[in-house]
């Protein structure tokens, strides 16, 4: 792909796990091997190396680095060792290092992989932590299951995260066409697009040859058509993809494909989307938070706010706030580290404000700590992206569904939405993932 994107996109490109092969930085001194040394600090000023495993590259990795140096500024007894990995060899080095007696203190991790490590009890538990953040208002119920293990804990720290179901566009454009925008009610929203259309092109710009591409349509459609509850069974296995509720979600989404996308949707990859709306002939994408960043690669004189903005989807029943869809990076501490004293502060700061708003600071990020407030961030679009973080108990994170089932039968969800997408067969959608998926038994 000609354009870089925001890591939490890119880990949606599917890949095939590979042998690691690792690169290692050390930051602050020198590191004595890949295993944390131990510290003799106490828990205010720990000291020794931990050694943290990441998989961002460029300007992703220039900004945790520079997290990384806001905790050795902090802590300057710590000696941080960074293994940087590919994305998609992140689950196969972890289990081979967990498995070979000598994981990283500190690992970045999905959902998934939390739940498969903590079920085989190899992490920290962060229970005290979460309790501390909680008792501040800096995390929520819905946020903190998002980092749980199996194992009736709290396995792994929250920290990047990305807010989904964006609907961008150029302002100009849709003046020029007298959109009204952004719609209050889903009939206007319906409305809007069947205005759209009648201009002769489809309303949304689609890339949906990159196989992560639908998925983002699949979690705001059913946190807005189902409800968060029903979304976070569906997630956990709790119910099956027959239940009437996802029916109906899907249902929903296959009228948007079939009245709104364009026809070459699965010809189209995710860098010809962004540029499709931002220099094309398409009025909308729906994405997430991080298209703020690259919509310079299409026309790099554009102004975020000014130029180009986002609206999220209205409600569906038009009654109440639809959950938010999120995704993002999270981070786990390995039981036996050998220098648990820094593993925990270097998690604990990864989760904090202060070390959120160094990242917030540089755009493209979305801080999953409530209190990191949104004039750190560096434009408009960011800022409003940030404000749309749930920011308070009662607000329903659901977190990326692609994400969080992950291997066979991610796999094979992505290979159902192709086929939606080219039959518009919603009932073999549904008859195909009854089939992969039967963590709920129905």
Not at 149 to 170: E, M, P, Q
Not at 233 to 256: C, H, M, Y
Not at 397 to 414: M, N, P, T, V
Request: charge should be negative; proline fraction near 5%.
């Amino acid at each position: 792909m000609s354009v870089r994107f925001h890591t939490t996109a890119r880990r949606r490109i599917l890949a095939v796990i590979t042998a690691a092969a690792t690169t290692s930085l050390v930051l602050a001194g020198c590191s004595t091997g890949n295993s944390g040394s131990p510290g003799t600090g106490s828990d205010k000023n720990p000291s020794g190396t931990i050694r943290v495993l990441y998989n961002w590259s460029g300007a992703e990795g220039d900004a945790f680095q520079a997290a990384v140096d806001g905790f050795t500024a902090k802590y300057p007894d710590v000696k941080v060792k960074l293994d940087n990995v590919p994305f998609a060899e992140t689950q196969s080095t972890l289990t081979k290092q967990f498995a070979a007696g000598n994981p990283p203190d500190v690992s970045a991790a999905l959902p998934g992989i939390v739940s498969a490590l903590s079920a085989q009890g190899l992490l920290m538990n962060l229970d005290s932590m979460w309790n501390a953040w909680q008792d501040s208002g800096e995390y929520n119920d819905s946020l903190r299951a998002i980092a749980a293990g199996s194992d009736g804990h709290t396995d792994a720290v929250y920290f990047k995260g990305n807010v989904n179901g964006l609907i961008w566009y150029r302002t100009s454009k849709v003046t020029d066409a007298g959109l009204k925008v952004p719609p209050g009610s889903w009939d206007e929203f319906l409305a809007m697009l069947d205005a759209a259309k009648a201009t002769g092109h489809a309303p949304f710009s689609v890339g949906a040859k990159d196989v992560w591409v639908p998925t983002q349509w699949v979690d705001p459609i059913i946190l807005n058509v189902a409800g968060g509850k029903k979304f976070g069974q569906l997630q956990r296995g709790e119910i099956g993809w027959n239940d009437p509720a996802i029916v109906k979600s899907f249902t929903v989404l296959n009228d948007l494909i079939t009245k709104y996308w364009p026809s070459n949707a699965l010809d189209t990859g995710f860098a010809d989307e962004t540029c499709g709306w931002v220099t094309g002939d398409h009025f909308f994408a729906n994405n997430g938070a991080f298209v703020n960043g690259i919509v310079a690669s299409c026309d790099s004189s554009l102004k975020p706010g000014d130029d180009y903005t986002f609206f999220t989807m209205p409600s569906f029943s038009g009654s109440g706030t639809p959950g938010v869809a999120v995704s993002g990076d999270l981070f786990l501490g390995a039981k036996s580290s050998k220098n648990p004293v820094a593993t925990k502060a270097f998690l604990k700061y990864l989760g904090s404000v202060e070390g959120q708003s160094i990242w917030a600071k540089r755009g493209g990020y979305v801080a999953p700590n409530m209190k990191v407030p949104s004039s750190v961030y560096p434009t408009v679009n960011d800022q409003r992206a940030a404000e749309l973080w749930p920011k308070d108990a009662s607000t329903v994170a659901g977190y990326d569904l692609d994400d969080w089932i992950g291997g066979e039968i991610q796999s094979k969800y992505r290979n159902a939405l192709d086929d939606l997408i080219r039959s518009h067969d919603v009932d073999a959608f549904i008859a195909t993932m009854t089939t992969v998926d039967t963590r709920s038994g129905k």
